[in-house]
C-alpha cells in the first residue's frame, strides 16, 4: 500500500480499497443522475388472499434498466444509496412515485393496501419523517392505504428512533409489516416493541418448507405466532402449487410469488389484477 501525508492526517490506501471506493462514487453518481431524469421505475406485484386468492394488495418494487439496458438489481442499487447518503432523496422518489401509482390503481377500483419497502436508515431520518408529514398534510388519508415494509435489521441498529417515529407514523394510519422474517436475530424483540401488523414469512423457509422439516416447522410456528399476536401473515417467494396448499392448511392469510405474477409495469398489473 501507499501512504499519503496531508496535513497532519496519514491517509493509508490500501489498492482494492482504493477500486471499491471509486466503483461506488461512480455508481452513486449514477443513481443521482437517475433520480434526477426518472430512470427508475416501480413494479407491482400482487399479493393475493390464500383462501379464494383474491387481490389484497400489491408490493412496490424498484427497477432500473439504464439507458444502455443493463439491468441492475434492487438490492445492488440499495446498498449504494444506503453506503452514500442517497438513500433519502431514494426512499423519497419512491415514496412519491408510489403515491402515483396509488392514484391510477384506485381509478381502477383498486381498495387494496400498497406496501412500500423501507431502508434502515429511513427509519432514524428526522428529514424522512417530515417529509411523510409534509405528504400527509396534502392528504391526511394517505397512511390508509399504505403499508411499510422494514427488515429486522432496519430496526435494530436504532430500536429507540425506529419506536418513535413507527409509533407517530401508526397514529396517522401507516401499517408496519415486518419482511423477511426471520432470518435476522431479533425478530421477537421487534414483535414486542413495536406497532407491528404483519409478518411476512422469509422466501428461504417458504421455498423450502416441503422438504426441510425445519423450514416447515418454522414457518408453522411463524403463522400461529402472529395469529396470537394479532397480526397478519404473509408468505413470499411462493412458486408452487403444492406449497400454496400446505400455506393454506396452515392458515396463512397472504401469499406472493412468482407463481401468481411477477413483479410488472403498472399498467400491465391494472390490465392482470383490475379489468
Ligand atoms: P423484498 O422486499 O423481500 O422483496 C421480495 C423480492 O423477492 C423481490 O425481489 C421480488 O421480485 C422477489 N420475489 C417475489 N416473489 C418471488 C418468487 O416467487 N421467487 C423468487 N425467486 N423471488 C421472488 P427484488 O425486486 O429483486 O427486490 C429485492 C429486495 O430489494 C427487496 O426484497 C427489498 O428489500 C429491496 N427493494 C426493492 N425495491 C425497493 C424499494 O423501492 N425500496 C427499498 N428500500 N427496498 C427495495
Ligand atoms: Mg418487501
Ligand atoms: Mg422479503
Ligand atoms: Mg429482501
Same mark, same amino acid.
Given at each position: 500500500y501507499e501512504a499519503k501525508k496531508t496535513g497532519h492526517q496519514v491517509i493509508v490506501y490500501f489498492p482494492e480499497l482504493g477500486h471499491r471506493a471509486r466503483e461506488l462514487s461512480e455508481m452513486s453518481k449514477r443513481i443521482e443522475k437517475a433520480l434526477q431524469s426518472d430512470e427508475f421505475e416501480l413494479y407491482l406485484q400482487p399479493i393475493l388472499s390464500a383462501f379464494g386468492q383474491q387481490l389484497h394488495g400489491a408490493e412496490v418494487l424498484i427497477r432500473w434498466r439504464k439507458e444502455d439496458g443493463e439491468f441492475i438489481p434492487p438490492n445492488k442499487v440499495l446498498s449504494v444509496a444506503e453506503q452514500t447518503g442517497l438513500i433519502l432523496p431514494l426512499s423519497q422518489w419512491v415514496v412519491l412515485n408510489s403515491l402515483k401509482h396509488l392514484k391510477k390503481l384506485k381509478a381502477h377500483g383498486f381498495s387494496g393496501l400498497l406496501h412500500i419497502n423501507l431502508s434502515p436508515k429511513d427509519l432514524e431520518s428526522k428529514e424522512f419523517y417530515y417529509f411523510i408529514e409534509m405528504l400527509v398534510d396534502l392528504d391526511p388519508s394517505m397512511g390508509e392505504? =399504505? =403499508?411499510? /415494509? @422494514?427488515?429486522?435489521?432496519?430496526?435494530?441498529?436504532? %430500536?429507540?428512533?425506529?419506536? /418513535?417515529? !413507527?409509533? *407517530? &407514523?401508526? *397514529? !396517522?394510519?401507516? *401499517?408496519?409489516?415486518?419482511?423477511?422474517?426471520g432470518t435476522g436475530f431479533s425478530s421477537l424483540v421487534l414483535l414486542r416493541e413495536l406497532p407491528i401488523d404483519q409478518i411476512k414469512i422469509d422466501q428461504?423457509? @417458504? *421455498?423450502? !418448507? %416441503?422438504?426441510?422439516?425445519?423450514?416447515?416447522? =418454522?414457518?408453522?410456528?411463524? @403463522?400461529? &405466532?402472529a395469529s396470537r399476536l394479532n397480526c397478519n401473515v404473509v408468505a413470499e417467494g411462493i412458486e408452487e402449487k403444492d406449497i400454496e396448499q400446505a400455506l393454506i392448511k396452515l392458515n396463512c392469510d397472504y401469499v406472493q410469488g412468482f407463481l401468481y405474477s411477477r413483479a410488472v409495469p403498472l399498467d400491465e398489473f391494472i390490465q392482470e389484477n383490475l379489468m
Open positions: 392505504s =399504505i =403499508i411499510f /415494509e @422494514i427488515t429486522e435489521n432496519a430496526v435494530m441498529t436504532s %430500536l429507540n428512533a425506529a419506536r /418513535e417515529m !413507527m409509533s *407517530k &407514523l401508526s *397514529k !396517522m394510519g401507516f *401499517k408496519f409489516s415486518v419482511d423477511d422474517f428461504s423457509f @417458504i *421455498k423450502n !418448507m %416441503l422438504n426441510e422439516t425445519t423450514a416447515y416447522a =418454522i414457518v408453522e410456528s411463524t @403463522i400461529f &405466532l
